[in-house]
């Protein structure tokens, strides 16, 4: 990554901030229901990890003589207080709690899937997964972490060997498993918002993540 700041460092700052958005989302959603015990859970975990993103430039906030380290510092924060926060709200207060966290991930993808939809092509598979890209968190441009294995007009497929998320949530005793499954539902509303002609398929076999964008 480069030592100057970019558009690339902005490209992924912005995807930090969605990650933090839907976090913040989830938190609303469950004060509404819970109250105030939500609100000391989650303070507890900013405490622990880190508070949001401040609302401002990223030229306000970056260290410019270390953008790498401070960007992947950032992932750490979001992601580790994300995993441990669910983990322990999904423990803690049973009931509609997932059911409350997971519409705010429906919500949030189907949301990006608009916007992508209006500010992106997104006629093709290839489209779809390229603009994908610009939105959902899988750490730093350098991890290279998707493997495409397949690429038609009509069809792009790709696998994860090594997942970034895990060290999150195996680090808090969190079910990965519950991530995957909301991470899917992100991305098949995100899908679809882009383009309805399109579906999103999601497998996990032998410690491997199986995407495919495919046309209906």
Same mark, same amino acid.
């Given at each position: 990554?480069?030592?100057?700041?970019?558009?690339? @460092?902005?490209?992924?700052?912005?995807?930090i901030?969605? @990650?933090?958005?839907?976090?913040?989302n989830?938190?609303?959603?469950? %004060?509404?229901?819970?109250? *105030?015990?939500? !609100?000391?859970?989650?303070?507890?975990?900013?405490?622990?990890?880190?508070?949001?993103?401040?609302? #401002?430039?990223?030229?306000?906030?970056? &260290? !410019?003589?270390?953008?790498?380290?401070?960007?992947?510092?950032?992932?750490?924060?979001? %992601?580790?207080?994300?995993?441990?926060?669910?983990?322990?709200?999904?423990?803690?207060?049973?009931?509609?709690?997932?059911?409350?966290? %997971?519409?705010?991930? %429906?919500?949030?993808?189907?949301?990006?899937? =608009? &916007?992508? #939809?209006? $500010?992106?092509?997104?006629?093709?598979?290839?489209?779809?997964?390229?603009?994908?890209?610009?939105?959902?968190?899988?750490? *730093?441009?350098? &991890?290279?972490?998707?493997?495409?294995? $397949?690429?038609?007009?009509? +069809?792009?497929?790709?696998? /994860?060997?090594?997942?970034? @998320?895990?060290k999150?949530?195996?680090?808090?005793?969190?079910?990965? &498993?519950?991530?995957?499954?909301?991470?899917?539902?992100? !991305?098949?509303?995100? /899908?679809?918002?882009?383009?309805?002609?399109?579906?999103? +398929?999601?497998?996990?076999?032998?410690? /491997?993540? $199986? @995407? =495919?964008?495919?046309? #209906?």
């Open positions: 990554m480069s030592r100057f700041l970019g558009p690339i @460092h902005h490209w992924l700052y912005n995807k901030a969605l @990650h933090e958005e839907l976090e913040k989830i938190l609303n959603s469950l %004060e509404q229901k819970y109250g *105030m015990e939500i !609100t000391q859970t989650h303070d507890y975990f900013l405490n622990k990890y880190g508070d949001f993103l401040e609302d #401002k430039p990223l030229e306000e906030l970056i &260290d !410019t003589n270390n953008i790498h380290g401070w960007l992947q510092n950032r992932i750490n924060i979001a %992601e580790g207080r994300f995993a441990d926060f669910v983990t322990t709200v999904l423990t803690k207060f049973q009931g509609e709690t997932f059911s409350i966290i %997971e519409k705010e991930f %429906e919500r949030q993808g189907t949301e990006c899937g =608009k &916007d992508a #939809k209006d $500010k992106y092509e997104v006629s093709s598979a290839p489209d779809i997964y390229k603009a994908l890209n610009n939105y959902i968190l899988d750490g *730093m441009p350098c &991890d290279n972490v998707n493997n495409v294995v $397949k690429t038609e007009a009509n +069809e792009l497929e790709w696998k /994860v060997t090594n997942c970034l @998320h895990k999150y949530w195996t680090s808090v005793n969190g079910d990965l &498993d519950i991530y995957y499954n909301l991470r899917s539902i992100w !991305t098949e509303k995100f /899908v679809e918002n882009a383009n309805n002609d399109y579906n999103y +398929e999601f497998k996990f076999e032998s410690n /491997v993540l $199986k @995407h =495919k964008i495919i046309s #209906k």
